[in-house]
Structure formats: C-alpha cells, structure tokens
C-alpha cells in the first residue's frame, strides 16, 4: 500500500515523529504507555491526585489570522491557551491531544513550522502529545485537548470567593491586546523582540505561580484570563455569587510609548477589556495578605480590588467616583477581530 | 450585566443545563468533582486503572451535512464517534468534552435538538458531559474529547496481532455507507425505522463487546471500524508488523434488496471499503477460538480471514484468486463526500 503524500496517514506519521514518540513509549512524567498511532492514547496518572481536563479552540479567522501569525506561534500558543486552564488550577499538565484540519496546501513548510512550535511549548509546559485527530478542510482549525492533574482537595476553582477576600493578579494587562494591534499594522517583518507582540504570539501560562498557590493554600479562587478582566472577573464573581469593587489606578497596565498614545490605545482601556493576556486572576483573604510577595519569580502581583457581597462589579477611578463595569472583552458572539 | 442571548456565556449556561450538572456537583458514576463552567474539568478516577485519552472532528461538510443530517443524529454522532475509540480499547467511558462552533442563527431550536441528542448518547453510553469550549462561526464545527478507563495492563491496542492469528469482525460491513447513499438521495422525510440509515445516523459503539473481549483477555488486537476495513486493517497489521489474508466469501456484508444492487450498490464493495461502521476489527489467537461464540448478544461475530507475516493484505476471492487489498476507505486527505 502506498499512501499519498498528503493523506492522514502520512500527515500522523509526522505528527507522531514530532513527538518523539511511538507506541508503547513510555514517558516518564506522563507516564504514557500508549501515544500516537493506536484508537486512543493510553497512561497512568499518579495516585492521590484529581485529573483535570480541558479543551480549546484555536482557528484561523477567530483565534489568528494565517497571513500575520507565523506557523510556529500558532502551535506554540494553541498549546499555552489550553495549558493555561490547568494553570488557573493550580494544576500540572500531563499530556495533550491535538486535533488539526488543514489544507493539503499547507501540510509541507506551514505544517512543519506549526509543530516545531507547538513541540517547543509541549517540552516548555512538559505535556507531551498524546495523541490527536487529523483531517482536511479549506480553513485551519485547531483543537487542543489537555490533561493534567493536581494533588487532591488542592485544585482552585472560581467558586470561593467571599466578601473581603483580596484580588490580584499576575503581570500586566492588556499587552497581548496591544501586540495584536501592534501585529496587525506591522507591513514589514514582525519584531518579536517587542514584548508586547512577544506576549500576543507565544503566551506563557503561569504554571508556577498557580501551584505555588494552589500547594500553599494561600488563595481561594483563581481563574486565568484568556478573554479580558472585565469579562473574566464577572465570571469567577458569578461562579462564587459574590460582586467586587477594583482600584482603576491600581489595575497593573501595559507600557505604552506617549508617542503611540490615541484613544483606541489606552492602557487603562487595554488592561480592562483586553484578551489573551493568560494571566492569572486569583483571590486572597485578608488573613493571608502577609503571606504574598509583590512578586513571584520576577512576575509582579498587584493587589487590584476587593470581593463585596453585592452581586455587581464596581470601578473605582482615581477620584473615587465609582461605575458600573461591563464586559466587553473577547466574546466571539459579540465579535470577530 | 444583561447577556446577549447568544453570547458565549448564555450558550454554555444552555449546554451546562443540558448536562443536568452544575459546579462541584459530585455524579457518582464519573466522580466528576467540576462540571461544566469553571476554567475546566476535575474529576477522580478509579484506582487500579489506565486512563484512556481520544478525541474526534465532527465537521459539517466533511462528516455531516447540515441539511441531510438531523441536529439531535449530529448530536449523538459526534459523541458515539469518540466513545468508539474507548471501546477499541477494551475500556469504560468515564466523562466527554465539547467543543462547538456554531453560526449564531443555529444557536435556538438546532442546537436545542443537537444537545438532546448529545445527551441521550451520553446517558446511553453513561459518559458525562464535563466541559468544553464554544465559539462563533459561519460552519457547525465539533470536536469531541473522551476520557476512560481500563484496568491496569487489559487495554487492546492495534500492536499484539500475531501470524496465525485469526481476524473477526462485529456486526455487518457496509451498512452505515448504504445509510448513507440512502439518506442522500432521500427527497422525502427519512424513514430512520430502515437499518442501515439509523446505522448512519445513530452509531453504537460496541463498549459491552470491547470490554468483554479485554476482560477475559481473548483477543490480541482491536480497533475500530471508522474509516473502512480496507483502510483500518492494514492499520492493524502495520501497527502489529504483520499482514493479512481475507476470505472475501466470509465477509459479513450489508443486506441489499435485490432490486437496489447496482454497481455502485455492491454489497461486497461496500462491506470492504465503507466507512462509519463503528464496529470492532479484533484478532484472536487460534488457542482461543473455542472461547469465541457465534454472537455476542445478538451482534453476530465473524471469523473473516487470518494474520500472515508478509506485509501486506491479501483478498482471497470465492475461487481462491488472491489479490492484493488497496485501502479505499475514507480518507479526508483523499476525498470529501
């Protein structure tokens, strides 16, 4: 039997000698017995912990566009989107599953650059490819499924929250929103040296500091946020049934250059309803105040608002006029980009 | 804050009702400790086992079309689909994700019967919906994530087949394909009490079979039929590094009224080529054939052919002329339907 040069088989085969793997390999840290090539991928979690599972989306036209996104960021940060669900966990990801369907067009150099990139972030978050599902189709499409786990009792959820907790969250928002912007005028060659756009392209989920606060029991809730704090923060408040009143001035925002300033590009606007940031937002009661640094591994955290009983979410400006805060960051029912 | 009615948030509250789950809701079965709303899915699973990872496309165009498939046959197609991977392994279902795209004029009475159909797949196969991922877009994209189990060492892969072993199939080859072609050319309402169209529409994954097979440690391979025995075999043998010969004679075919045998309707053809079938393709060692009964709970299991150590696969037709078996099954690479 010979196969095409484009046909599922030999595109798996691809995918698979990316990963390194092959049947009954085993991987230490995942412990996978099974990887790509059979019905189903196959490994052994550890006891005493919880499995944690999750999926995302990452298609072209919604989640990138294939003219301004370079291939290799494309797998790096449909990986990082769903690695970071198990960071707002507080969890440690195991392993992954890839589903892709491409065009025959694209299964030479883009495909190729797509999985160094996407290999890159799976040894970087150590989550091995597991496994996936391939097909053809006019558009990119991605789906990234990834399992991780964390010891148990110790996962963070959205849901406990209580009035007086604390709210923080880990570095600067809004920059990933900016890079974008920064990525869609750029005509000539994509600076990713520019940490903006750096932060757009190739996102890193905040493992660490999640487990940290998940092993230290320090925070009650945590979320990351993928689609803008005023659409993120409402969730993790209606999840708890609680409401929160934030500090605009101390909402930590992305550094602009006065000279790119206009209204459209306000850090203050970009840090409230930008998307894609993958920063955790996570909420501390006051008794274990003392117990947080203003940073962890060089990642500010930045104390930003407070949890009220009242179920609405309030923004204080700098002369303490207080309003109401709606969502209107990332929904892709609302809009495209 | 007032939602959109179909914003993302409202469509997952839809979906979460669906699953009749809300946060830290505990379904004993799956001991799902976090459903469907947080950053994702958190659940125990027993000790002792392996864990088995798959997931599956569902796209329109390519797997279903919008006007030919009912959305609650969409619904239970895309989970069976994925449950069937489990099955191929010998294991047991534990919990599912989905991730939806959808134009947002489908987001009422289609994705109402969509989910009433994901949802009487998901009590059939007692697999719970545990999260997932929604999204806008012009085309209904599904992606479909399966967890199970397996006990520790049992699971079936595609790499144990030996020479000299025997090949089996479950059920009837063919049918799904025929539902097909009989669900295209249908003008009039479809008549889903026919067979072969509710073989196409409403796969069973054979799970009962799978595991019982695993359990009483009788066969040495399996996988699913998906793409079509001339495609899948030679999958199975590749994995085992083996061959195969056929008995074309033997092949359980799709029954066809005498009066609808075309040359495109060649019961033969369709049995070794279609796609859809969902069945089991198992391998049984020669020492085990006295354990293998002539059906198992009324799907009848037939022995079709034998493992040769020569790569490749062989048809033998009903006067003994041997030909070498191309793969002609489905291949998204190859063609759409």
């Known amino acids: 039997m010979k196969l095409d ?12 000698h990316g990963a390194g793997l092959s049947s009954r390999t085993r991987a230490p840290r995942a412990r996978l017995l099974l990887g790509i090539g059979d019905d189903a991928a196959l ?11 999750t999926c995302d989306w990452f298609l072209e036209g919604t989640h990138f566009l294939r003219e301004k996104h ?22 440690v990801p195991r392993c992954c599953l890839l589903s892709l369907a491409v065009p025959a067009s694209l299964t030479g150099r883009w495909l190729d650059s797509f999985l160094a990139g996407l290999r890159r972030a799976s040894r970087k978050f150590n989550c091995v490819l597991a496994g996936g599902d391939t097909t053809r189709r006019d558009q990119i499409l991605i789906n990234v499924t990834v399992v991780g786990e964390v010891r148990k009792g110790r996962a963070l959820t959205r849901s406990g929250a209580h009035p007086g907790d604390l709210i923080y969250v880990s570095g600067r928002l809004g920059e990933a929103e900016w890079g974008l912007r920064l990525l869609k005028q750029s005509k000539a060659r994509r600076n990713p040296k520019l940490s903006p756009m750096r932060k757009h392209l190739y996102p890193e989920p905040r493992l660490a500091l999640g487990q ?13 946020l993928s689609d803008g704090l005023s659409s993120d923060l409402p969730r993790l408040c ?8 934030l500090l605009a001035s101390q909402i930590p925002a992305v550094q602009i250059p006065a000279r790119s300033r206009t209204g459209k590009a306000d850090p203050a606007q970009l840090a409230l309803h930008g998307g894609d940031d ?15 640094p203003r ?7 930045t104390e930003i608002g407070v949890i009220t009983p009242k179920r609405q979410i309030v923004l204080l400006d700098e002369n303490s006029h207080a309003r109401s805060l709606s969502p209107r960051g990332w929904d892709p029912f609302r809009r495209y980009y």
Chains 1, 2 share one sequence.
């Open 5 to 16: 040069s484009s046909s599922e088989d030999s595109i798996l085969a691809k995918i698979a």
């Open 212 to 224: 940290w606060l998940a092993a230290r029991r320090v925070a009650s809730a945590m979320m990351d």
């Open 278 to 292: 993958y920063e955790l937002l996570f909420i501390v009661p006051p008794r274990h105040k003392n117990l947080m």
């Open 70 to 91: 370079p291939p290799d960021s494309v797998g790096w940060k449909c990986l990082a989107r769903a690695v970071s669900d198990v960071a707002a966990m507080g969890g």
């Open 238 to 245: 209606a999840a708890s049934g609680v409401g929160a009143r």
């Open 43 to 53: 490994f052994e979690l550890h006891p005493g912990c919880e499995t944690i599972l």
């Open 295 to 301: 940073s962890f591994h060089s990642l500010p955290l």
